[in-house]
């Protein structure tokens, strides 16, 4: 009962306070982002620079075949400006270097969109130039990788690419041999492929993959920074010593605390949640991950609070914790980056099980496992912060 | 004047000293500097992750080392399991004849696609070796992913100016010291520059420290203190905004968020708005300083185009801080 009091005087205190209708403002603001600038298909913006050294027939052959299979589609010329610029290029084999120097040039190259032919997108724009200068010059600037095909003695096509530098020795390898036989062949072999795919798994467009972020870093993740906050004011206030003379116990006052993020977290990540992804999520597995890893989090700001006398204090240790436990995401959104050490900070698996939780096919084992480690660590970690509290006797 | 501004200055650095925040802002762009620098290889990598039995051919790995990351696993169980696991890898493992190219099913196309194409050259029996293909450097070595994100250390960094004199503030207000200022011979705009400097110095100090260890030497460093002052005198107006605006760190605390919102914005609208769509930022500063820096780091930037973005950010900022000027004098007393 006298949790249940302590959780409702402060909700009701929050209610009356400024950042609980800032937390709801910012979801309905996020939503707004997720659904009006956050495509469900993002239009490719890769782009490659090309200069074709041979009888223009021939391209137009190439490409009108192209068209007609579905492959690229032809849109209007494209006018490009290219500022003023020197520099050197190597040749990577024989170490021979050609200085470049342009003026202010504006360019006006054939382009022609790649098109996936399984789905229908843009996969990459192609700016056909006039001239190798042209090419080299707008890839330069661009740093875009840049090409010139021009034909050997016998007909076939020869390749020299104009890369960057910045490039990983595989991608180069691969550029190697690429054309080391006819387009044909290759074709030929790759259908030949046999590919098996261990499931059917749906996966998420780039507006529902942005979900497991938001409720992650700005939900959960927030209740790490806010319940520190709402220690600290309690401390200047004086609030908690008057505490400490009622009969009621130092957990009840974390714990409502707690409650009180976990009721605010709950009810902005609902207003991102629902709308965009609809009735396909578990809900009673969203709200239980939402909920047990915003009470861990919590917890471990409390734990944090439980050093320092003042938010001024704490906010090296604050800031520190929150850009580590941030680092994940970039594993989340460049799946070729997933370093092992990624693996063990605890929002990787949270990122991961949200994910899980809003696909279709959920692993239902993998999100109830993580919420298990969850909950023990949080109450592990509550209890320190508890025992903490209680000897300092200054909460 | 200029003693009693630095006499505001001096008290600022002692008392932040005194708690980590002011160190915190010294060292946390340095470590994520020297965090950018260790990762960005990584995040560099493009290729794929291939898993392959140790028991296939050895040319076959071989050849496959030269174009993506391959991890070796003993038995076909352990392969699934790899490739069950929720990172994008593909495997290739050999049948009675020829080979399977093993996928979750939720991978992008392209994993499929390279996975593919390398083993299709690699059953063509292409070489490097026999390669008729030139290549052509033009030398760069800095991947922009590396500048984007040292452009996105600068910002926060600013930031982290801004909310130092933020949280300041609203320690001020909290002590009562503010009321304590008005009755000295300090003026107001004497107390604003007093309070602005600590941030300023130490975020520059940081922004350049940071530059230093990723690598930027060769910049035009005057273009980037000159981008840098101007961001630092738009993060002290949000700073003594949000330190104003605030009765209680918890306010703070949802100021800073609301402010994020524009600085992320801003980062995210200016890498993937097209062309056509970037007018639609013009008017956050935030935008301006960030395109600045971009091109000064790419090593891109010619005078013109960086007046043009510090003076619109100047500009901006000034009509903020003079929008909010009664805000701030009335904050003030």
New interface residues.
């Given amino acids: 009962m006298k949790l249940l009091s302590s959780y409702i005087k402060e909700m009701k205190i929050a209610a009356r306070g400024y950042y609980f209708y800032i937390e709801i403002f910012f979801a309905i603001l996020l939503l707004i982002i997720l659904l009006v600038a956050v495509k469900e298909n993002p239009i490719s913006k890769e782009t490659e620079f090309l200069f074709y050294d041979m009888p223009a027939e021939m391209v137009d052959a190439y490409y009108s075949a192209s068209i007609a299979k579905g492959d690229v589609k032809a849109v209007d010329d494209t006018i490009l400006e290219a500022k003023a610029v020197s520099f050197d290029v190597t040749d990577e084999n024989t170490k021979e270097v050609t200085s470049y120097a342009f003026g202010d040039e504006s360019y006006q190259f054939k382009t022609f969109e790649m098109i996936n032919t399984k789905t229908g997108q843009l996969t990459e724009t192609v700016y056909i130039a006039d001239s190798e200068e042209a090419m080299i010059h707008m890839s330069y600037l661009e740093k875009k990788i840049g090409a010139t095909m021009s034909l050997d003695a016998n007909g076939g096509i020869l390749y020299k690419y104009f890369t960057q530098g910045f490039e990983t020795t595989r991608l180069k390898n691969l550029l190697y041999i690429l054309h080391n036989e006819s387009g044909a062949a290759l074709k030929m072999t790759m259908d030949n492929q046999s590919v098996r795919k261990l499931g059917t798994i749906e996966t998420l467009n780039a507006r529902e993959n942005m979900v497991p972020v938001f409720i992650v870093f700005m939900g959960s993740l927030m209740g790490f920074f806010i319940v520190m906050a709402y220690i600290f004011l309690d401390k200047s206030e004086g609030v908690i010593r008057a505490f400490a003379v009622t009969p009621s116990s130092v957990w009840k006052y974390l714990l409502s605390k707690t409650l009180v993020i976990m009721t605010t977290v709950a009810i902005s990540s609902s207003v991102i949640t629902i709308p965009v992804m609809g009735i396909q999520p578990n809900y009673l597995l969203f709200y239980l991950l939402l909920l047990i890893s915003t009470f861990s989090f919590a917890s471990l700001g409390l734990l944090i609070a439980s050093f320092f006398d003042s938010i001024s204090k704490a906010f090296g240790a604050l800031y520190t914790i929150m850009i580590i436990l941030m680092l994940p995401a970039f594993s989340y959104f460049l799946p070729s980056f997933d370093p092992l050490w990624l693996r063990f900070f605890p929002t990787y698996p949270l990122l991961q099980s949200f994910k899980e939780i809003i696909m279709v096919n959920t692993d239902v084992g993998y999100v109830l496992a993580n919420s298990g480690i969850f909950l023990a660590g949080g109450l592990i970690v509550f209890l320190l912060a508890n025992l903490r509290f209680k000897k300092t006797l200054t909460v | 004047m200029l003693r009693k501004i630095f006499s505001v200055f001096g008290r600022d650095i002692r008392t932040s000293m005194r ?3 002011a ?2 802002i010294i ?2 762009p340095v ?2 500097a020297v965090a950018i620098t260790l ?1 960005t290889p ?8 291939l898993a392959m039995l140790r028991s296939d051919d050895p040319s076959h790995i071989t050849y496959m080392e ?4 391959v991890e070796v696993f003993d038995n076909i169980g352990d392969i ?1 399991k790899r ?2 696991k ?3 890898v593909a495997a290739i493992v050999p ?1 009675e004849s ?12 392209m ?2 696609n390279y996975t ?6 690699y ?2 029996g ?3 070796e ?15 992913l590396k500048t984007m994100l040292v452009n996105m250390l600068i910002s926060m960094t600013v930031m ?1 100016a801004g909310m130092l004199i933020a ?2 503030i609203v ?1 001020e207000k ?1 002590d009562n010291t503010i009321n304590a200022v008005n009755v000295t011979p300090l003026s107001q705009i004497g107390f604003v520059i007093g309070k602005s400097m600590m941030g300023g110095l130490v975020a520059m100090g940081s922004i350049i420290v940071s530059l230093l260890i990723t690598g930027y030497y060769d910049i035009n460093w005057f273009m980037i203190v000159l981008v840098g002052l101007t961001s630092l005198i738009l993060a002290f107006v949000v700073g003594f905004l949000q330190g104003l605006a605030s009765d ?4 703070a ?3 800073v ?2 402010i994020l ?1 524009p600085v992320a ?1 801003s980062i995210i609208g200016y890498e ?1 708005l ?1 062309d056509k769509w970037q007018w639609t930022m013009y008017w956050s500063p935030f935008y301006w300083a960030y395109k600045a820096n971009l091109l000064v780091l ?1 090593k ?1 930037a ?1 005078w013109p185009t960086v007046l043009l973005c510090t003076g619109m950010v100047l500009i901006l900022s000034l009509a903020v801080y003079f929008l909010a000027l009664p805000k701030i004098r009335k904050g003030l007393s």
């Avoid at chain 2, 990584?42 to 992750?49: F, I, S």
């Avoid at chain 2, 593919?116 to 050259?121: G, K």
């Fill in positions: 708690d980590s925040m160190i915190f060292v946390m470590v994520m990762f990584g995040l560099n990598d493009t290729t794929v992750n030269q174009f993506a990351k699934e490739v069950n929720r990172d994008a049948l020829g080979y399977e190219i093993i996928l979750q099913g939720n991978e992008p196309d994993v499929e593919v194409m390398l083993n299709s050259l059953e063509l292409t070489t490097k026999e390669t008729t293909t030139t290549m052509m450097s033009f030398g760069h070595t800095v991947p922009p982290l949280v300041s320690g909290a209680d760190v918890i306010e605390a949802g100021n968020k609301m919102l914005g993937l097209a790419s891109q010619d």
